[in-house]
């Protein structure tokens, strides 16, 4: 699954027209990105995108990541594993299945309707946004004890 994020190319073109720079190591972490659906933390995707380009600091990759978060090409999100997750899917509405043993991420479509709460309910809180986390185990985890 490629996702929804832009390839490096357009990435590239969107970080020139909101005027930062293009370096080498931007470029790498876009083509890292591209086509990644494992929402992998800030220190997975700067391990491999330093066994490309071994001088790229894990400070650059987390600069690249929360700039492409303030444009809106990725989503950072905190789903409860200790770090948060690079969710580059942006434009499916989903949930998220989570692994608690290894901590797998993968997206489950969200359906056509979203639930409402009532204004009861919502003790004063104006809701802006709706995430469901499924946790269980993964088939792999599951035939990995059996």
Same mark, same amino acid.
């Given at each position: 699954?490629?996702?929804?994020?832009? /390839?490096? $190319?357009? =990435?590239? *073109? &969107?970080? @020139? !027209? #909101?005027g930062?720079?293009?370096?080498?190591?931007?470029?790498?972490?876009?083509?890292?990105?591209?086509?990644?659906?494992?929402?992998? /933390?800030? $220190?997975? =995707?700067? *391990? &491999?995108v @330093? !066994? #490309?380009?071994?001088?790229v600091?894990?400070?650059?990759?987390y600069?690249?990541?929360?700039?492409?978060?303030?444009?809106?090409?990725?989503?950072?999100?905190? =789903?409860?594993?200790?770090?948060?997750?690079?969710?580059?899917?942006?434009?499916?509405?989903?949930?998220?299945?989570?692994?608690?043993?290894?901590g797998?991420?993968?997206?489950?479509?969200?359906?056509e309707?979203?639930?409402?709460?009532?204004?009861?309910?919502?003790?004063?809180?104006?809701?802006?946004?709706?995430?469901?986390?499924?946790?269980?185990?993964c088939?792999?985890?599951?035939?990995?004890?059996?």
């Open positions: 699954m490629v996702g929804d994020v832009k /390839t490096p $190319e357009l =990435l590239t *073109d &969107r970080f @020139r !027209a #909101e930062l720079r293009v370096t080498p190591q931007r470029e790498c972490i876009f083509r890292h990105l591209w086509g990644d659906d494992s929402h992998p /933390t800030v $220190e997975v =995707l700067h *391990d &491999r @330093r !066994a #490309e380009m071994t001088t600091s894990l400070k650059t990759v600069q690249t990541v929360h700039d492409l978060a303030d444009m809106g090409e990725v989503r950072l999100i905190d =789903l409860g594993t200790g770090t948060q997750r690079v969710d580059p899917n942006i434009e499916q509405a989903h949930h998220h299945l989570v692994c608690v043993r290894c797998m991420i993968r997206d489950v479509p969200m359906p309707t979203t639930p409402r709460v009532s204004a009861r309910d919502r003790h004063g809180f104006s809701v802006d946004s709706v995430e469901v986390n499924y946790r269980g185990v088939d792999a985890c599951a035939s990995a004890t059996n």
